[in-house]
């Protein structure tokens, strides 16, 4: 009998989920891939057939009691997952965990003790680890006994120099755990599998990704491992986000406590939700919305959130020593070539030449968009986090080390 692997990424208010079927002759192919959103107000529960076809679209009902709510929607995801199994039975569950901290560089199946370690690290990433941590715990009371795997954001990037780590910080702060960790690694990591083919020689090389989504960072490659990377403690750090502010000079942290008066949950809630593409246009923290928007300020927020880019791609590229492939994905670096165009002609400096053309097309999948003779290759390729969860997932029940999974 054949079995299949849930992928899960839970947010605050939807979880994202993907089905795989885990032949062992066969690899992995995708099945399904759905969501169920508005948990906590009307749950509804919407999955896609592999060529994007919806299988499922309805509202499912839960009790008004939150407690329960994740619990209830995880029945109906599972109800509707044995409906459509086909003769596969579910093997394990594989989620993306934001935070591992300092303890673990592997992905890991679940017990108590590891549960319990993983929510000590929930004020590092109070707006998913908490989500995260909640679906594996709902899913151990609907379907106790089955195996859960973490698979985590900040692993990726546990090959790089202390220096790329370290904050010049008292030894007994930086000993304490409080240092750079980097997060989006299951994104890297599945971008650096899918180099070679595309990039040949120069996969190998110095490379920089720019995953430009929701939350955003970027990464510096060498040999296909982390170098560098934009995020650092938190997910607060780096570049300019939807939401978030990216970095900031601690003094004002320190100003708008001390001398604003704002309480910690304030201060939170300013620099997690209020702020980036949202704060700075007062439009949105959609990118989509905020491009289409002709105000000053949301002109304003798309030239921070280029300016931002091209000041870590100078740096990021300072730290390999130079640049030889610039790769953009997700939502924004993925769907928007305005952004793409703009990145790319600040980035004239280090030899980026793009083909207009090429950008511009309407097109899926990996592409080059630079000009033949553009000493940087710039690409865009979709990214996969749920299959590179799905990999780790399948080799943790195969009890298989995997650390930084590579193809080719
Ligand atoms: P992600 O978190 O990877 O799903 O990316 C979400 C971001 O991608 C949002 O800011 C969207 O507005 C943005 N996005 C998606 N499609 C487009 C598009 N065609 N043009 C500009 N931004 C887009």
Redesign the pocket.
Known sequence: MNTSLLVINSGSSSVKFAVYDAALDAGLTRIANGMIEGIGAQPRLRVWGPDGAALEDRRIRVSANPVHGPEEAFEQLFDWLGQHANGRTLGAVGHRVVHGGEAFTRPVRVTPAILAQLEGLSALAPLHQPHNLSAIRAIDVVLPGLPQVACFDTEFHTTQPWVAQAFALPRHITQAGVKRYGFHGLSYEYIASALPPHLGAAANGRVVVA?????ASMCALRERKSVATTMGFTALDGLMM?SRCGSLDPGVVLHLMSGLGMTVQAVEKLLYEQSG?LGVSRVS???????ASDTPDAQQAVELYVYRIAQELGSLAASLGGLDALVFT??????????RQRVCQDAGWLGVVLDEDANEAPASGARCISQPGSRVAVWVMP?NEELMIARHTQAVLQGQVMHNWREG
């Open positions: 995953h430009l989504g929701n939350g939807g593409l923290g959609d990118m989509r919305t905020v491009q997700a939502g924004i670096g993925e769907n928007s070539a305005m952004i990214t």
